[in-house]
Nanobody, 127 residues
Framework: QVQLVESGGGLVQPGGSLRLSCAASRFTLAYVNIGWFRQAPGKEREGVSCISSRDGSTYYVDSVKGRFTISRDNVKNTVYLQMNSLKPEDTAVYYC????????????????????WGKGTLVTVSS
């Protein structure tokens, strides 16, 4: 069974940093489009950042540009989201998700049309 397992969430003060990890089992992350999504209380889920399997192109939602960085370690079969300069509005459950490489990675990142989802990890930014 395909699995995506997130880790690295927690409580951090505004301005702090966290690195989220997403480990995959039973499939190879290098061959799929992969991304991070988040859902804050009372809000819709949004695509935060995605990376294309074809050429490594990346997408970031405007609110995290310059602060978050997505990366992929093909040897460890893990994708990361480095989050710096965190703000209270970044508080949310963060989900890792994967989609077929034949799907448009940008479209699936923006509309959430991914094929596999992790269970999420909670990030709380608060003083």
């Amino acid at each position: 069974q395909v699995q995506l397992v997130e880790s690295g969430g927690g409580l951090v003060q505004p301005g702090g940093s966290l690195r989220l990890s997403c480990a995959a089992s039973r499939f190879t992350l290098a061959y799929v489009n992969i991304g991070w999504f988040r859902q804050a209380p009372g809000k819709e889920r949004e695509g935060v950042s995605c990376i294309s399997s074809r050429d490594g192109s990346t997408y970031y939602v405007d609110s995290v540009k310059g602060r978050f960085t997505i990366s992929r370690d093909n040897v460890k079969n893990t994708v990361y989201l480095q989050m710096n300069s965190l703000k209270p509005e970044d508080t949310a459950v963060y989900y890792c998700a994967a989609a077929s490489r034949y799907k448009d990675y940008l479209m699936t990142c923006q509309n959430g049309g991914m094929d596999y989802w992790g269970k999420g990890t909670l990030v709380t930014v608060s003083s």
